[in-house]
T-cell receptor, first 115, second 115 residues
Framework: GAVVSQHPSWVICKSGTSVKIECRSL??????MFWYRQFPKQSLMLMAT?????????EQGVEKDKFLINHASLTLSTLTVTSAHPEDSSFYIC???????????FGPGTRLTVL | AQTVTQSQPEMSVQEAETVTLSCTYD???????LFWYKQPPSRQMILVIR??????QNATENRFSVNFQKAAKSFSLKISDSQLGDAAMYFC????????????FGTGTRLQVTL
């Protein structure tokens, strides 16, 4: 099956700093990537959708200036949490899909803790 | 907008027994896809089974099968011969047929497997 990796798997940072999370499709070209946020014991909440070479489309209520998404190549998307605050602490999951497949492949997630 | 409802926050099953997880959805589309994802304690999302709405035959993957009732907009998951490794959160998800369609997740059902 298609494999998606995320790096780092966990990160702790100080309030006010920025954190970048990478999402890579290892054995396929991801035409579309998705970023989700998951709070404890809750479902996945879609933050944004990005297509390679295009600007990301953000869901309502998600601050695009705070959560910067770049999908510069068919195998890499990045999520940068800018000026992170404790309320940004969460589990972030990326997912990728390629043309012709109706299912999405998920990364293992990144746990972000902002002190 | 599409919605996915999982009315069972928690379920419990004895090892080797059978359990059914419920899922209903609301949509005005005629063509779409339905999925069951498993999220174990590692939090890696794993695709369990998928169903195309145009297919009348219920999908089956080894011990996992679905009961897809299109008219009733119901998509339940049956796990036979339950194993300890089946313990996880299970999410039902819907995706429309368009290339820009996004996954809509239910709130999840936590499955416990007891000896």
């Amino acid at each position: 099956g298609a494999v998606v990796s995320q790096h780092p798997s966990w990160v702790i940072c100080k309030s006010g700093t920025s954190v970048k999370i990478e999402c890579r499709s290892l054995d396929f070209q991801a035409t579309t990537m998705f970023w989700y946020r998951q709070f404890p014991k809750q479902s996945l909440m879609l933050m944004a959708t990005s297509n390679e070479g295009s600007k990301a489309t953000y869901e309502q209520g998600v601050e695009k200036d705070k959560f910067l998404i770049n999908h510069a190549s068919l195998t890499l998307s990045t999520l940068t949490v800018t000026s992170a605050h404790p309320e940004d602490s969460s589990f972030y999951i990326c997912s990728a899909r390629y043309t012709g497949r109706n299912e999405q492949f998920f990364g293992p997630g990144t746990r972000l803790t902002v002190l | 907008a599409q919605t996915v409802t999982q009315s069972q926050p928690e379920m419990s099953v004895q090892e080797a027994e059978t359990v059914t997880l419920s899922c209903t959805y609301d949509t005005s589309e005629s063509d779409y896809y339905l999925f069951w994802y498993k999220q174990p304690p590692s939090r890696q999302m794993i695709l369990v089974i998928r169903q195309e709405a145009y297919k009348q035959q219920n999908a089956t993957e080894n011990r996992f099968s679905v009961n897809f009732q299109k008219a009733a907009k119901s998509f339940s998951l049956k796990i036979s011969d339950s194993q300890l490794g089946d313990a996880a959160m299970y999410f039902c998800a819907y995706r429309g047929s368009g290339t820009a369609s996004k996954l809509t997740f239910g709130t999840g059902t936590r499955l416990q497997v007891t000896l």
